[in-house]
T-cell receptor
Framework: QKEVEQNSGPLSVPEGAIASLNCTYSDRGSQSFFWYRQYSGKSPELIMSIYSNGDKEDGRFTAQLNKASQYVSLLIRDSQPSDSATYLCAVTTYNFNKFYFGSGTKLNVKP | KAGVTQTPRYLIKTRGQQVTLSCSPISGHRSVSWYQQTPGQGLQFLFEYFSETQRNKGNFPGRFSGRQFSNSRSEMNVSTLELGDSALYLC????????????FGPGTRLLVL
C-alpha cells in the first residue's frame, strides 16, 4: 500500500465549477498535509498546508482534513483554465522524518 | 528572499558518464531534499540532508549520492548513468525539518542518451 494515494485523473470540470481533489494516506500518525500544484514542465509550487482537522480556506482554495478517515481534499471554487495542472498531495509522518508525495491528479478546466 | 536555485537547468549526458547537480536552498533553510520525477513514477524521494548530514534516504541504488556543505548548498551525483536516469531532478528546501513546508527549485532536466 502506498503512503499517499490519489486518483490520477484526468479530472475535467467546466470553467466556473468547483473542482474537488482527494487524497488518502496510510499512516494514521501523519502530522502535516500539503497541496502542491505543478504545471507541465515546471516544479511543484505550494498551494496550501493544513495541520488540524477541519477546513482551511485561502482565496478560491479550501483544504479539508479528516484524520479519522485519513483523507485530505482540496476544493477549487470558480475554477479557471489557468488552474489546469497536476495537483500533488504530500504528507509527513509523525516524527517529521519523511515527506511522502502522491502521484498527483491531473485537472483540466475547460473554457 | 530568493527562492531555491538549481544548476544546471538542462543537461545531456551519455550512458556510463557521471553527473553532478547543484542546489542552493532559500537563505536560512538548512534542510535540502532531492527528488527524481519521471512521467511513469511520479516524485520519488532520493535523500535529505540537514546540517551536512544525510538524514533520510530513499530506495535508489548507490550510484546516486549527495552531500551538503556548511552553507547548506547541496550537490547530488549520479555515477555510471543509465538511460532510465533521464528525469527531472528536483531539490526542495525547508527551514529545519523535512516535515515543514518544502519549497522546490526549478529542477534540472537530465537526458541520458
Amino acid at each position: 500500500q502506498k503512503e499517499v494515494e490519489q486518483n490520477s485523473g484526468p479530472l475535467s470540470v467546466p470553467e466556473g465549477a468547483i473542482a474537488s481533489l482527494n487524497c488518502t494516506y496510510s499512516d494514521r500518525g501523519s502530522q502535516s498535509f500539503f497541496w502542491y500544484r505543478q504545471y507541465s514542465g515546471k516544479s511543484p509550487e505550494l498551494i496550501m498546508s493544513i495541520y488540524s482537522n477541519g477546513d482551511k480556506e485561502d482565496g478560491r482554495f479550501t483544504a479539508q482534513l479528516n484524520k479519522a478517515s485519513q483523507y485530505v481534499s482540496l476544493l477549487i471554487r470558480d475554477s479557471q483554465p489557468s488552474d489546469s495542472a497536476t495537483y500533488l498531495c504530500a504528507v509527513t509522518t509523525y516524527n517529521f522524518n519523511k515527506f511522502y508525495f502522491g502521484s498527483g491528479t491531473k485537472l483540466n478546466v475547460k473554457p | 528572499k530568493a527562492g531555491v536555485t538549481q544548476t544546471p537547468r538542462y543537461l545531456i549526458k551519455t550512458r556510463g558518464q557521471q553527473v553532478t547537480l547543484s542546489c542552493s536552498p532559500i537563505s536560512g533553510h538548512r534542510s535540502v531534499s532531492w527528488y527524481q520525477q519521471t512521467p511513469g513514477q511520479g516524485l520519488q524521494f532520493l535523500f535529505e540532508y540537514f546540517s551536512e548530514t544525510q538524514r533520510n534516504k530513499g530506495n535508489f541504488p548507490g550510484r546516486f549520492s549527495g552531500r551538503q556543505f556548511s552553507n547548506s548548498r547541496s550537490e547530488m551525483n549520479v555515477s555510471t548513468l543509465e538511460l532510465g536516469d533521464s528525469a527531472l531532478y528536483l531539490c526542495a528546501s525547508s527551514s529545519t525539518t523535512v516535515g515543514e513546508t518544502q519549497y522546490f527549485g526549478p529542477g534540472t532536466r537530465l537526458l541520458v542518451l
